[in-house]
Every structure is written in C-alpha cells, then in structure tokens.
C-alpha cells in the first residue's frame, strides 16, 4: 500500500472519528424519570432561537427563502453536532453517559472504528412519555434539512431523500463508523423533513397532517412566525433507541451489546416495560407506508 493510500485511509478513520462525537446514546442507561420532562424547557430554548433566526434573515433585506433557511441552521443546525443539540445539554444539564459504563462498553473491535475512541456518549432527555437521545436534534435539524433539500431544493423527490438516509446510516453515520444502524436516526430525519417541509408549507406533509404548518409567513416583505414550535408534536417512541431498536454490523456487536443489555436491573438503570411492542403499534399506524424504513422491532439484523 502506497503512503498516499495510507494517508487517505488514515484521514478517513479520523473523519470517522470526528463524525462519530455525541452521534451515538445509550437508551437504556440513566433513562430520565417521568417527573422530569424537558419538553417545555427545550420549547423555549428552540423558538428564542428560531426567533432570533428569523429576525437575522428579516436584515438581509429582499425576503429569500434560501436565506431564510440558511439563517435558521446558522442558528439551530451544525455539520456534525447540532448547535440547539449543545444549548439544550448546557441550559438543561443533560449529563452524557460514560462510555465505559454503556451498553457499548465490550464492544471492541475495528468494525465499529468511532467507539473504540469513544470517552462519552450524547446523553438523554424526557419529552412527555418519549426518552430521546440529543444526538436526535442534530439528526432532526441537520439531517432533516438535507432530505427536505434533495426532496425540494434538487426536486428528487422524498423517496430519494429516505433512500440517503438510509445509505448514510449503513456508511458514514453508522455502520461503518460505529457499527451501530440506528431506526431512531432515520425517524429523527423524517421528522426533521417534516419540520423543514412545515417551515413554509410549500408541499404537502407525508403523514396528510398538512394542518399543522406553516410556521413562518411572509407579511409586508417580513417573515413572521406565526406558530409555535412544539417538540411533542415530532417526538414518538420511534425516537427511543431502545423501543426502536438498532441493528449490528457484526454478530460480536450485537452479542456485546445484548449481552450488556440483560445485565441484572439492580446494575442497569433501565425500565424493561420499554422493550413493550405496544410503544410501537401507535407510531406503526402514524408512519403508514413509511413504517418498514423506519421502524425495527428486533435487534437482529434481518
């Protein structure tokens, strides 16, 4: 192998690396309890900060759609960690997991590059009755805008959009980076077009609920909000990695993470009703045709 070869491959795995940061939780370790609900916390953070996006397109004189979105990611979105992702950790004090205390923790192998370089995993928050990893807002917002993107901006249509999510969660963002394919990710994504989709409203929503947009409108060359932004309304239990359940690259991944997984209670924080498949008959019926991309009942790979 030619040095420039190797030089390549080692700027990959450390991009791989870098990627991988806070991309990935622990859903079943140090789950919140229900008495503590971030969704009205996380609301306000979200709309301050959609307001102020809003504010700074409204400078840039002539109203522009693709300012205007670009003005709400400047705000809200980030390439690799979502910049709401780190207000709700610091405003919140979410506390992140150790990675030497997850479910990831025996997983040590080369198929899974990122957790091996792991120090601390995305940590966990309660919306209603939901548990959502943070890693999910970066997904939501960032990830979100790239489907409504190919979907819209480059008029390849939403089945395009799902079809690179999926190939990104089997590479870059998954699989090949910490041998990890979260179904929670893709959810996250969807909902994330959704909400872009909603910004304007300029093309009907997937799931028909074309009722709840837009939230901005053009008033006197002005964008104006004109609907409160309301994390319950995106979040499921297909959110919660531990409902919606991840597959393996490997069989040893999957056997250490499972294995970690049924450790006794008294060591593993974790309410097993959650693993109940009644969590998911309601977001079957949500999701519709959409359900098989986006919803995993088993870990085994299928």
Partial sequence: MSTCHRIVIFGYFIALIHIGVAREVDSFK????????????????????????????????VPDEK???RAILRKLGGRIISKFENLAAEELDIIPIES??????????????????????????????????TDKFGHFLAQGYTYYKIAHLKGRGLEKALEYGANSESSYFGLHATGIFSYADLVANF????????????????????????????????????????WSYFVDPAWDEAINKNEYRTAKIQQAVVDRIKTPLVQFEYDYSAFNDQLMAGVCARYGSYADNLLNFTFYRK
């Fill in 30 to 61: 140090l789950r919140p309890p229900q008495s503590q609900d971030s969704g009205t916390s996380l609301n306000e953070i979200f709309n301050r900060e959609l307001d102020e996006a809003i504010a700074e397109a409204n400078k840039q004189g």
């Fill in 67 to 69: 300012k205007l979105y």
């Fill in 191 to 230: 909902q994330g077009y959704r909400f872009w989709n909603f910004l304007l409203l300029r093309h009907p929503d997937p799931l028909g609920d074309d009722k709840h947009g837009p939230f901005i409108e053009l008033s006197h060359e002005k964008w104006r909000k004109v609907k409160h932004f309301d």
């Fill in 100 to 133: 030497d205390q997850s479910i990831y923790r025996d997983v040590k192998t080369l198929a899974a590059p990122v957790l091996l370089f792991y120090r601390r995993l995305g940590g966990l928050c309660r919306i209603d009755d939901c548990v959502v990893g």
